[in-house]
């Protein structure tokens, strides 16, 4: 089936009012194959702004939407604690999902899902949007043609600073029994990349912190506990896909004030690798690329055309996320497997519970 016109676009319901309606909304609209339809919150009284905002139809009712003859596919991007058995519900009404991450709160959970999705062939797509930003597509690319030659040694570090006010409120990301925490947050993705990029996580060894350990409700002088951790730092034995054993370091920060935001380190025999991004707050403008050769001379890298997106919104994190949402509604279409999918989602999933894992008993864990 092509997409010529309207009519053939899937038609599309929102569930989550941050980055679903901020992000994923946006690149809906001007989708090439998607139709946004419909858009989701428990409270009712939602309803009305809602729909005047979005010019989309309201539910409030989650068994009403997903039995909706309406509704062709759903972007669920709550947050992660109710995410399971909202996509459980939807799939057993046949109903396609494009998930943020973590999809779920275990592997068992994404089994499940997995398992529902086979019985009833329908495509689920997992929102790891850099596999779909140029830079990182072009190091994927690097890595994949031996440029580095053998790799010796790999080293992730992600220092965010969105939560290091300590007079930022208290909400589920403070609870780690609600999916709360930077393993959720930056792991998630950071062992994607590395899954990705590399290959299998083999064994683990993770340390956890909580740096701000009280948060106070939103408008009030009442303080809670946070659960969540702000800190991880995790070594990792990878098995590249050349089935050699390469370490890897990771350092993962959600309260490093001036953090140094993303960066890369990939060193080999031929040569080094570098992406990074100060960028805090857009995770496509502000990445630069730089490779050293045998001579060690370094020199930035620009993507390959061909990985360039078509349009540049000032928000950069749509354009990545209309990419996804496209590897999604081809998938659908053609009734062909989706990469990245629920398979990716379980691989990044174990390492974070590994990670956990080895923080309570400090030990390695093998996965």
Same mark, same amino acid.
């Given at each position: 089936?092509?997409?010529?016109? $309207?009519?053939?676009? %899937? @038609?599309?319901?929102?569930?989550? #009012?941050?980055?679903?309606?901020?992000?994923?909304?946006?690149?809906?609209?001007?989708?090439?194959?998607?139709?946004?339809?419909?858009?989701?919150?428990?409270?009712?009284?939602?309803?009305?702004?809602?729909?005047?905002?979005?010019?989309?139809?309201?539910?409030?009712?989650?068994?009403? &939407?997903? !039995?909706?003859?309406?509704?062709?596919?759903?972007?669920? $991007?709550?947050?992660?604690?109710? @995410?399971?058995?909202?996509?459980?519900?939807?799939?057993?009404?046949?109903?396609?999902?494009?998930?943020?991450?973590?999809?779920? &709160?275990?592997?068992?959970?994404? !089994?499940?899902?997995?398992?529902?999705?086979?019985?009833?062939?329908?495509?689920?797509?997992?929102?790891?949007?850099? @596999?779909?930003?140029? #830079?990182?597509?072009?190091?994927?690319?690097?890595?994949?043609?031996?440029?580095?030659? !053998?790799?010796?040694?790999?080293?992730?570090?992600?220092?965010?600073?969105?939560?290091?006010?300590?007079?930022?409120? /208290?909400? /589920?990301?403070?609870?780690?029994?609600?999916?709360?925490?930077?393993?959720?947050? %930056?792991?998630?993705?950071?062992?994607?990349?590395?899954?990705?990029?590399?290959?299998?996580?083999?064994?683990?060894?993770?340390? %956890?912190?909580?740096?701000?350990?009280?948060?106070?409700?939103?408008?009030?002088?009442?303080? #809670?506990?946070?659960?969540?951790?702000?800190?991880?730092?995790?070594?990792?034995?990878?098995?590249?896909?050349?089935?050699?054993?390469?370490?890897?370091?990771?350092?993962?920060?959600?309260?490093? !004030?001036?953090?140094?935001?993303?960066?890369?380190?990939?060193?080999?025999?031929?040569?080094?690798?570098?992406?990074?991004?100060?960028?805090?707050?857009?995770?496509?403008?502000?990445?630069?690329?730089?490779?050293?050769?045998?001579?060690?001379?370094?020199?930035? #890298?620009?993507?390959?055309?061909?990985?360039?997106?078509?349009?540049?919104?000032?928000?950069?994190?749509?354009?990545?996320?209309?990419?996804?949402?496209?590897? /999604?509604?081809?998938?659908?279409?053609?009734?062909?497997?989706?990469?990245?999918?629920?398979?990716?989602?379980?691989?990044?999933?174990?390492?974070?519970?590994?990670?956990?894992?080895?923080?309570?008993?400090? &030990?390695?864990?093998?996965?």
């Amino acid at each position: 089936m092509n997409f010529s016109n $309207a009519t053939d676009k %899937l @038609r599309v319901a929102i569930a989550g #009012l941050g980055f679903g309606k901020k992000i994923h909304l946006e690149a809906l609209k001007e989708s090439d194959y998607l139709i946004p339809t419909a858009i989701f919150h428990y409270k009712k009284e939602k309803g009305p702004s809602l729909e005047k905002e979005t010019g989309l139809n309201f539910y409030h009712d989650w068994g009403e &939407l997903v !039995k909706s003859k309406d509704i062709d596919g759903i972007i669920i $991007a709550t947050s992660p604690e109710s @995410r399971f058995e909202l996509a459980k519900e939807a799939l057993e009404n046949n109903k396609h999902l494009l998930l943020e991450k973590p999809v779920a &709160l275990t592997s068992e959970e994404i !089994k499940e899902l997995q398992r529902i999705s086979l019985v009833n062939n329908l495509s689920v797509c997992v929102d790891f949007e850099y @596999r779909a930003v140029p #830079l990182f597509l072009q190091t994927k690319k690097m890595i994949d043609e031996n440029i580095l030659g !053998k790799i010796y040694l790999i080293k992730l570090d992600w220092l965010m600073g969105s939560r290091s006010d300590p007079n930022r409120a /208290w909400n /589920w990301y403070s609870l780690k029994e609600k999916g709360g925490g930077v393993v959720g947050a %930056l792991g998630t993705h950071a062992f994607d990349m590395l899954n990705w990029f590399f290959g299998e996580s083999i064994v683990v060894s993770g340390k %956890l912190s909580t740096s701000i350990k009280k948060r106070s409700l939103p408008n009030s002088s009442k303080f #809670l506990k946070v659960t969540s951790e702000d800190i991880c730092i995790a070594n990792l034995e990878i098995k590249t896909f050349d089935d050699i054993i390469v370490p890897c370091q990771v350092s993962l920060s959600s309260i490093s !004030k001036c953090g140094r935001g993303f960066s890369l380190e990939v060193y080999g025999s031929e040569g080094s690798l570098f992406l990074k991004s100060e960028n805090q707050k857009d995770y496509v403008h502000g990445f630069n690329l730089k490779i050293s050769n045998r001579e060690d001379k370094t020199y930035n #890298l620009s993507a390959d055309p061909r990985y360039d997106f078509e349009k540049t919104w000032t928000d950069g994190r749509i354009a990545p996320v209309q990419r996804i949402q496209s590897l /999604w509604a081809h998938s659908i279409k053609n009734q062909t497997p989706v990469i990245p999918g629920l398979s990716e989602g379980l691989n990044s999933q174990r390492v974070c519970e590994a990670i956990r894992k080895s923080a309570e008993s400090g &030990l390695n864990v093998r996965i």
